[in-house]
């Protein structure tokens, strides 16, 4: 069953619902009227009428919607000619014909016109037989003239008030089907924008991810043949020296890739993480990269900041920022630093890592936090960090911005929630 006829459903159920509940409430209306007119009262009728209700009832209740409508408007239709044709037409009740007609298109529509129809002329034959016959099959209703105007004033009211109401339902149920649509729509615009985005991402990915996986591979073979034809052990060191730097920065690139995978394919899970703690060890963790002693560590962090979030993505993120921080210090600086420091708030804290190093040109800061992007010319990175680090952040609901001045350093600011909702 598709989502289509699965809404028309909905609707034609509340419809029938609300059809049955508006004509036991015109029973009971009808009822009081004839206690109080003085009219005959034909319990036998109200009981009947009254017990069929209750049978559409439960059988809209059970689910059975297609016999819900045709019992529902076999009984409307009944009911309308059994007391339209035991009573003077001056009352007015052969009207009713009308809103069974309404009904009776509302609940099919277009979709099942043939059978919209069928009930359409079902009402007419009924009406035509009321006007034209004396066909009666309940004991005739005598109505006072004065007694039959208000009975056809309250039949004009019913049937008028029924049919303009079928018709805004409809409307309504058209109007909430198009703002559905609507937002369907935008949600297809929204996955194809992304889409294109992945795909444009994925296009770069192959690109620059095989250029820079057979760039450290073919220095690599040029040094195995440079040290085969060398005999001098200095030299060969020297180009061993080379091999390990190469074959250091492939595993580093793999690592990163393997990083991307992570934060797009695993969920987000949140525990409680104590910031300081987990900078720190972030911090030891790189201690074996190149200038990592030469960098003075400043620390700002009160002990005891504990937010509910993820660490494994937090790890990944501080990693990035904190070797960037090292690795692009400015050797012409008499003293290097790295500053790590904290701020929390109500919802939020802020993590802020500044260095004095060689900073980033204003022209290239819009575009540092895109795949593969190289702000200089020295970069040894594969420009993926801050890109898995901006994504990161992201799936974490928080961000990272960039201040910096070339030649004077920068300051990455992470800021998270302090309690993340984990979307599932
Ligand atoms: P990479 O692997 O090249 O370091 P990143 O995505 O981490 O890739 O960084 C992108 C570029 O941004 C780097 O190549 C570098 O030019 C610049 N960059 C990042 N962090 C800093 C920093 N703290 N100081 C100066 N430049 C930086």
């Known amino acids: 069953m598709n989502s289509a006829m699965v809404s028309s459903d909905k609707k034609a159920s509340v419809l029938i619902f609300r059809l049955n509940t508006l004509v036991l409430s015109t029973l009971i209306l009808f009822f009081l009227l004839d206690k109080f007119l003085g009219v005959n009262v034909r319990s036998y009728v109200y009981i009947g009428f009254f017990l069929f209700t209750m049978y559409n009832y439960a059988v809209l209740h059970k689910g059975y919607i297609n016999l819900s409508k045709i019992t529902s408007l076999l009984f409307f239709n009944v009911l309308i000619f059994l007391v339209a044709s035991s009573e003077p037409f001056e009352t007015g009740m052969h009207l009713q014909f009308v809103t069974a007609g309404a009904v009776a298109l509302a609940l099919y529509g277009y979709e099942k016109w043939k059978w919209a129809i069928g009930f359409v002329l079902f009402s007419l034959t009924l009406d035509i037989i009321t006007l034209k016959t004396d066909v009666s099959f309940i004991a005739w209703r005598h109505v006072e003239h004065d007694q039959a105007i208000v009975f056809a004033v309250l039949n004009t009211l019913i049937a008028s008030g029924v049919s303009v109401y079928t018709i805004l339902l409809i409307s309504k149920f058209n109007y909430e089907s198009q703002e559905a649509l609507k937002q369907k729509d935008k949600l297809v615009v929204e996955q194809n924008e992304q889409l294109l985005k992945t795909n444009s991402e994925l296009d770069r990915f192959v690109y620059s991810a095989s250029h820079d996986l057979r760039a450290p ?29 190469r074959i250091e920065s492939m595993n580093n690139f793999i690592a990163e890739i393997v990083d991307y995978s992570r934060n797009s394919r695993l969920e987000v899970e949140s525990k409680d993480v104590n910031l300081n703690e987990l900078l720190k060890s972030v911090y030891e963790e790189l201690q074996f990269m190149p200038g990592w002693n030469q960098v003075e560590m400043i620390w700002d962090c009160p002990e005891n900041i504990v937010i509910n979030s993820d660490s494994m993505r937090l790890k990944m993120v501080f990693s990035n920022l904190l070797s960037n921080a090292i690795k692009y210090c400015d050797l012409n600086k008499e003293n290097s630093w790295v500053k790590v420091s904290c701020q929390k708030n109500n919802e939020h804290v802020v993590i802020q890592i500044e260095d004095n190093g060689l900073g980033i040109p204003r022209s290239l800061q819009p575009k540092i936090f895109d795949m593969f992007f190289r702000a200089h010319e020295k970069s040894s990175g594969s420009g993926l960090g801050l890109y898995i680090s901006m994504e990161s952040i992201t799936k974490l609901s928080g961000d990272i911005t960039l201040n910096s001045v070339e030649g004077e350093g920068s300051r990455f600011d992470v800021a998270i929630p302090i309690n993340m909702e984990v979307v599932s």
């Open 217 to 245: 591979l073919s220095t690599i073979k040029g040094l195995v043949d440079l040290i085969e034809i060398s005999d001098n052990e200095k030299e060969t060191e020297n180009y061993l020296g080379l091999i390990k730097c």
